[in-house]
């Protein structure tokens, strides 16, 4: 039986299928939120704070600094280091030991990265 026969591409329309619908998945949600941002344009209260009430002083559209992005990024990556070394935990006497070399790999290069932004002064508060 030849590799291009029925038998054989029977799985290709499953993957055909979802790109198509993930594609038209993102386009008509761009299309729609687009739709919608258009025909609402804002009012005189669009500038005003939310639900505060205080008028603001200078600029509101002020800007974060770098440092904060890289503690979220920083804080996102260990959190989620948190969550699979739960995971591990739960099924540990079932992994034997090359379930506990695999961790122990994943958190030396979790503590390297660490380690790497700790000498770059990431972690520092400026």
């Given at each position: 039986?030849?590799?291009?026969?029925?038998?054989?591409?029977d799985g290709i329309w499953y993957v055909?299928?979802?790109?198509?619908?993930g594609v038209t998945f993102v386009f008509l949600t761009i299309g729609l939120a687009w739709l919608i941002s258009h025909r609402n344009r804002g009012d005189v209260h669009k500038g005003l704070p939310y639900e505060s009430?205080?008028?603001?002083?200078?600029?509101?559209?002020?800007?974060f600094g770098l440092s904060f992005y890289i503690y979220a990024?920083?804080?996102?990556?260990?959190d989620i280091e948190v969550i699979f070394i739960y995971l591990w935990a739960i099924v540990f006497r079932d992994l034997l030991l090359g379930?506990?070399?695999s961790m122990f790999i994943f958190?030396?290069?979790l503590l390297l990265g660490l380690a790497y932004a700790w000498r770059k002064g990431v972690?520092?508060?400026r």
């Open positions: 039986m030849p590799p291009w026969s029925e038998g054989r591409l055909v299928g979802f790109v198509f619908a009430g205080i008028d603001t002083y200078g600029d509101t559209h002020g800007r990024l920083l804080f996102v990556a260990f379930g506990f070399v958190v030396a290069i972690l520092t508060w």
